[in-house]
C-alpha cells in the first residue's frame, strides 16, 4: 500500500521538484537583479553630489528635505532650473551654486530677495557646511562633503 | 524617489526552499513501503536550521549578501537529500558538520569584515600551506587512489582543503601588493610547490584547481597577457611532463578517453556515471528510484550523477544555474571593494569555487579527465564543506565592508531627494 503510494508520487514529484527550482531560480535571479540595479542607481547618483541644502525654515511642509546639489546647480521656481523649489517669494531663476575647484561659490542672479547668514548678498560669495541661504522666504542650510571642506582650509 | 537602499524580500525563495526540503524528505520517508519517521525529523530539522541561519546571519550582519547564502544554502539541502537517499548515517554527519561549519563561518565572516590584508602574517600563511600539503605525503591514508587523508582520533581530514584557503589569501595579498614581476618570485616558486606536492600525492583535482586558480588570479590581478600565456604553456609542459612521468596521472587520461575499454578496472565508475545520467534523462527517475549503489564513490565526488540520474537533467542544469548565480553575485561584489585585496580575494574565493564545480561535473560528464575532487557544497564530506563554508564566509565578510562602506556614504548625506 505504502510502496505503491511511494511509486506513484515519486514519479509525480520529479516534476515538482523541477518546478520548484525554477522557480527558486527565476525568484533568485530577478531579485539579485533588481537590487543591484536599484542599489547602483542610488550609489551613483549619491556619489556624484558634492552636498545637499536641507531646507529649513519658510516651507513647513517640505521642512528637513534634503536636496542633492551636483558640481553646478542653478535654483528657482521655474522649470528651467536644475533645482526646482515651488515658493512664490522665489524667482524663476534666482541662484547658481557651483564648485570652482576649491570652493563652492553662491552667485545670487537677482538684486533682492537672497541672504547668506542673514545678509543681504549680490556678488558672488563662497558658501560652506553650515551656512544659512535664504532665498525669498525660503531658508537652506548648505552641507558639504567632508572631504571638500578640507579644501577650504589650504 | 529617495536615496534610502531598501533590501527587497527574499522571503519568497526562503519558502520554496523550505517547501523543497521538507517534500524531498517527505517522499524518502515512505520510500521502501515502511514509514520512516527520521526521514521527516531530518527533514524538518534541515529546514529549521537553514531559516534559522538565513535570519540568524541577516540580523547579525546588515548588508549581507543574501544571494549567495541562499544559493549555498539550497546547494548544500539538495547534497543532504541526496546523501540521505544513499546513506542516512552520512546525512546526519553532513548535517553536524553543518552546523559546525556555520560556526566556523560566523567567525571567518567577523575576522574578515574588520581586517586588512593580514601583512607579514601571509608568510605564515604560505608556510602552513605547504606544510598542510606536505604532511599528507607522511601521515596519510589513502582514500580512492589518493594519498590526502589524515587521521586524527575518530577523525579524518583533508588537508589540502584548508591549503586551499590559504593559498587564496596569500595569493591575494602578493598579488595586491606587488608590481614588478621579479617580486613574484617567491610567489610562484610557492605555487609550483603546492603544486607539485598535490601531484606527488596523487590529488590531481586539487592540484589542476590550483592551477587554474593561480592563472585567473595573476591575469585578473595584473592583467599581464604574456606572462599569462607563458603560465599556461609551463601549465601545459607540466601537465604533458607528468603524463608521462605518473602512471596514475596516464590512467586518468586514458580511461577518459575510452571507459569501455577498461570497463571491469579503472573506468568503472566513468562508464557507471554516464549510464546513470543517461537512464535518468531529462526528468529522472524520481527521487529515491535510481541505483546509487551502483557508482563508487556516489555520496562523494560522484553526487552529481545521482542528483542527475534522480532529479533528472534539467535539474543538474538548474543547479548548475544556480552555481553561475553565486559566481556573479561574487564578482559583483569583488567589483564594488576599495581594495585590490579585498577584490582579489573575494574573487580567488568565487574562482575557486567555479573551477571545482567545472573540473568535477566536467569529469563526470567525460568532459575532461576525471579527477577526483568534491562537489563545493553538495558533496558529502567534512573537511570540503567546511572549506566551502569558510570561502563562503570570505565573500560575504568582504560584501558586509562593502555594505558599510556605502551605508557610512548613505548616512552622512542622510535622506537625500535624487
Redesign the interface.
Known amino acids: 500500500m505504502?510502496?505503491s503510494?511511494?511509486q506513484v508520487?515519486?514519479?509525480g514529484?520529479?516534476?515538482?521538484?523541477?518546478a520548484?527550482?525554477?522557480?527558486?531560480?527565476w525568484?533568485?535571479?530577478s531579485?539579485?537583479g533588481?537590487?543591484?540595479r536599484?542599489?547602483k542607481t542610488?550609489?551613483s547618483?549619491?556619489?556624484n553630489?558634492i552636498?545637499?541644502l536641507?531646507i529649513v525654515g519658510g516651507m513647513e511642509e517640505e521642512e528637513g528635505?534634503?536636496?542633492?546639489l551636483a558640481r553646478e546647480n542653478t535654483i528657482g521656481s521655474g522649470h528651467n532650473a536644475d533645482i526646482v523649489v515651488r515658493d512664490e517669494s522665489i524667482e524663476k531663476m534666482h541662484a547658481h551654486m557651483a564648485f570652482d575647484g576649491n570652493r563652492l561659490m553662491f552667485t545670487p542672479l537677482t538684486k533682492k530677495g537672497t541672504r547668506i547668514n542673514g545678509r543681504k548678498a549680490i556678488n558672488s560669495y563662497p558658501v560652506r557646511t553650515g551656512d544659512i541661504v535664504q532665498l525669498g522666504n525660503v531658508v537652506f542650510r548648505i552641507?558639504l562633503?567632508?572631504e571638500l571642506e578640507e579644501l577650504y582650509e589650504q | 524617489m529617495n536615496s534610502k537602499i531598501q533590501s527587497r524580500s527574499t522571503a519568497a525563495v526562503v519558502v520554496l526552499q523550505t517547501l523543497f526540503t521538507l517534500s524531498a524528505f517527505a517522499l524518502l520517508s515512505i520510500r521502501n513501503g515502511v514509514f520512516d519517521p527520521w526521514a521527516l525529523i531530518m527533514g524538518a530539522c534541515l529546514s529549521a536550521f537553514n531559516v534559522v541561519q538565513y535570519y540568524l546571519l541577516k540580523k547579525m550582519f546588515r548588508s549581507m549578501d543574501h544571494f549567495v547564502i541562499l544559493v549555498s544554502q539550497f546547494l548544500w539541502s539538495v547534497g543532504i537529500v541526496e546523501i540521505y537517499r544513499i546513506s542516512q548515517r552520512y546525512a546526519v554527519r553532513q548535517a553536524i558538520f553543518l552546523v559546525f561549519g556555520t560556526a566556523v563561518m560566523m567567525i571567518v565572516i567577523s575576522v574578515i569584515k574588520s581586517s586588512r590584508d593580514f601583512g607579514k602574517l601571509n608568510w605564515l600563511f604560505m608556510g602552513g600551506a605547504v606544510i598542510l600539503l606536505a604532511s599528507t605525503l607522511v601521515l596519510s591514508r589513502a582514500i580512492g587512489g589518493a594519498r590526502n587523508w589524515i587521521n586524527i582520533g575518530p577523525f579524518s581530514f583533508q588537508p589540502s582543503e584548508f591549503a586551499k584557503i590559504l593559498f587564496i589569501m596569500s595569493s591575494a595579498y602578493f598579488l595586491s601588493t606587488r608590481d614588478k614581476p621579479t617580486s613574484f618570485i617567491p610567489y610562484i616558486i610557492f605555487t609550483a610547490v603546492c603544486v607539485i606536492l598535490l601531484v606527488v600525492a596523487k590529488e590531481l583535482g586539487t592540484g589542476l584547481l590550483i592551477c587554474a586558480t593561480f592563472l585567473i588570479l595573476f591575469y585578473s590581478a595584473t592583467g599581464r597577457k604574456l606572462l599569462t600565456i607563458l603560465g599556461i604553456g609551463v601549465f601545459g609542459a607540466g601537465a604533458y611532463g607528468s603524463y608521462k612521468l605518473f602512471s596514475h596521472v596516464r590512467t586518468r587520461v586514458e580511461i577518459w578517453r575510452d571507459p569501455w575499454a577498461s570497463y571491469n578496472a579503472e573506468g568503472y565508475q566513468i562508464v557507471q556515471g554516464l549510464l546513470a545520467l543517461a537512464s535518468g534523462g531529462l526528468f529522472g527517475t524520481g527521487l529515491g528510484k535510481g541505483m546509487p549503489g551502483a557508482i563508487p564513490a556516489s555520496h562523494t565526488d560522484y553526487i552529481f550523477t545521482v542528483i542527475g540520474e534522480e532529479f533528472g537533467l534539467i535539474f543538474a542544469a538548474i543547479l548548475i544555474v544556480f552555481y553561475l548565480v553565486f559566481i556573479v553575485r561574487g564578482m559583483i561584489i569583488a567589483m564594488n571593494t576599495d581594495s585590490i585585496y579585498d577584490a582579489l580575494l573575494v574573487f580567488g574565493c568565487t574562482a575557486m569555487l567555479s573551477v571545482q564545480s567545472f573540473i568535477i561535473i566536467g569529469g563526470v560528464i567525460k568532459l575532461i579527465p576525471l579527477t577526483g575532487i568534491t562537489l563545493p557544497f553538495v558533496s558529502y564530506g567534512g573537511s570540503s564543506l567546511l572549506s566551502s563554508m569558510i570561502q563562503l564566509g570570505i565573500i560575504e565578510g568582504i560584501s558586509i565592508k562593502n555594505g558599510s562602506r556605502d551605508d557610512r556614504e548613505l548616512e552622512m548625506m542622510g535622506q537625500i531627494m535624487i
Do not use: D
Request: glycine share 6%; charged share 20%; aromatic share 18%.
Open positions: 505504502l510502496n503510494l511511494y508520487l515519486a514519479i514529484m520529479k516534476y515538482w521538484f523541477i520548484l527550482a525554477a522557480a527558486m531560480l525568484l533568485v535571479i531579485i539579485s533588481k537590487e543591484y536599484e542599489r542610488v550609489l547618483e549619491v556619489g553630489y552636498g545637499y536641507e528635505t534634503r536636496i542633492g552641507f562633503r567632508p
